[in-house]
């Protein structure tokens, strides 16, 4: 019986080509499959995944103590101790109350002892009691880095402008007088910056720069006094603690 009849060759099913003589036979194409196929993490490894926002304030109150210093004034270094309460209405605008308390006022500068004791001058500068105000925040920049190639720190800068009272006293040149006291109102702008350390901490700084016209005593048996515009600019840090907790 005949052998049956190979199919003839198509376009789909090439035929085989005769060896030529001479010749080593062609080795077969390797392995075309990405390398993906063989190791399925190797397709994520150049995939850079940057983590959403991983601390949220809406509905939140914080609670935020702090400690400042005057950065403006030549005459006298004012310690400030203090703190805000403030109440997020979203995860940028927020209002609140702000107190700053002056325990240990007109601390003399190099520059005033300097000026007493060379010019036999006594500087004409008030000293400040205590600060409340109230605030509305916006935050404007909301941001990430890495610390040390290992930790993610979010952060974000915001924004503050506000009003309220700042009361001062002179320092009388008749060292027997008592001070006269100044109920000031004033207007304040900030910027600051928060740092998020879990979900419900945070450490900040805050710059705010306070107007306000207090009453200066001139020399004078009357004690006269003269209004001058006033910008104490302040340099707080702090802590924050937001409640509830958790969200």
């Known amino acids: 019986e005949a052998p049956p009849e190979e199919p003839a060759p198509t376009e789909e099913q ?39 926002r991983s601390f949220l304030k809406t509905g939140r109150i914080e609670l935020a103590p702090s400690a400042g210093l005057n950065i403006n004034d030549n005459l006298a270094s004012d ?3 203090g703190g805000e309460a403030n109440y997020f209405f979203s995860e940028v605008l ?22 007493r ?8 500068h008030n000293e400040y009691v205590f600060a ?5 925040s916006y935050a404007l920049i909301y941001g990430k880095f890495t610390l040390l190639s290992r930790w993610l720190v979010h952060w974000e800068a915001y924004g503050a402008v506000g009003g309220g009272l700042i009361r001062t006293q002179t320092v009388p ?8 006291t100044n109920n000031n109102p004033s207007g304040n702008v900030a ?3 928060r740092f998020f350390l879990s979900r419900w901490l945070s450490t900040f700084f805050t710059i705010r720069d306070y ?27 702090g802590l924050a603690v937001y409640f509830p907790l958790d969200f």
Request: proline share 10%.
């Open 94 to 115: 927020a209002a609140g109350l702000l107190f700053q308390y002056f325990p240990t006022p007109g601390g003399a500068t190099e520059l005033e002892t300097d000026i």
């Open 173 to 180: 040149r008749d060292a027997t007088l008592e001070p006269l």
């Open 117 to 124: 004791r060379r010019y036999r001058k006594f500087p004409t």
């Open 132 to 136: 409340g105000m109230l605030n509305v």
């Open 211 to 237: 107007l306000f016209v207090d009453k200066f005593e001139l020399d004078g048996a009357n004690r006269p006094t003269e209004s001058r515009l006033v910008q104490n600019v302040m340099l707080s840090l």
């Open 79 to 81: 310690f400030a101790f």
């Open 14 to 52: 090439p035929a085989a080509e005769e060896p030529v003589e001479g010749l080593a036979p062609v080795a077969p194409a390797a392995d075309a499959a990405p390398a993906a196929q063989r190791d399925p993490t190797q397709r994520y490894r150049d995939i850079m995944v940057v983590p959403h």
């Open 191 to 193: 910027f600051g910056g």
